[in-house]
């Protein structure tokens, strides 16, 4: 006898996603949405990590075992190329280039996640928003794909809502940034849909919204999986 759709799904391998420069999970989050099994790297501990963590130099990781994994994600610290960083003055490595190295050699799909920034090292990334996906926050970031899989950029809401300034308090009607050591974590939390993190996790991560939209288009690429 057949078994019900449901059943046959249920007993599908899901997916396995590398997470590298995981920090508290917001990719990772909306990846698990989508349908994968994921797994974090970052070299410091992770205790808010919502999935399986391993913590370790994501370079170094991606070159032993990502061929292990189906599909790799990379949020290359982005300390470098944020204007709040090159405000202070602070210096920082330059990581976006080794990252891409070792993902080519794994020959399996990938994508790099990044600020603006970082826009002349990233090859034709489509750009992200959170008003695409009905979010209080505009916090664009720009995903670069590679190994076969390909990005199409979605329609850009004209951003009709005014953005409060930079870590102020956000006022009635604007936009939040939530970034640098920003005001008000509760209503970032539920404005970005990251519950379990704290200010130092909000102000570094991607909204889930985005990993989903970005997760749920590989898996209905038709890309091949790893063995």
Not at 73 to 96: E, F, K, M, V, Y
Not at 137 to 150: D, L, Q
């Amino acid at each position: 006898m057949t078994q019900p759709t449901d059943i046959r799904r249920a007993l599908r391998r899901r997916l396995r996603l590398l997470d590298t420069y995981c920090c508290q999970g917001g990719g990772a989050w909306g990846y698990d949405a989508a349908g994968f099994e994921v797994t974090g790297v970052d070299k410091d501990p992770q205790p808010r990590y919502p999935f399986t963590f391993i913590q370790g130099d994501a370079v170094e990781f991606i070159r032993e075992h990502g061929a292990e994994f189906d599909f790799i994600h990379a949020s290359c610290p982005c300390q470098l190329d944020s204007d709040c960083q090159r405000i202070q003055g602070n210096t920082h490595p330059d990581l976006i280039a080794p990252t891409r190295e070792a993902l080519e050699a794994t020959g399996r799909p990938w994508v790099i996640e990044n600020v603006r920034g970082a826009l002349p090292k990233l090859r034709n990334p489509v750009m992200l928003c959170g008003a695409m996906f009905g979010l209080h926050t505009y916090r664009h970031r720009y995903f670069e794909t590679g190994g076969g899989f390909t990005l199409g950029q979605p329609a850009h809401p004209e951003h009709t809502a005014p953005q409060a300034k930079m870590g102020r308090p956000v006022p009635t009607g604007h936009y939040g940034q939530f970034v640098g050591n920003f005001s008000g974590v509760p209503l970032a939390r539920e404005v970005m849909g990251v519950g379990w993190m704290n200010r130092d996790g909000i102000r570094e991560c991607i909204p889930p919204a985005y990993s989903q939209f970005i997760g749920t288009a590989f898996l209905t690429s038709g890309i091949g999986v790893a063995a």
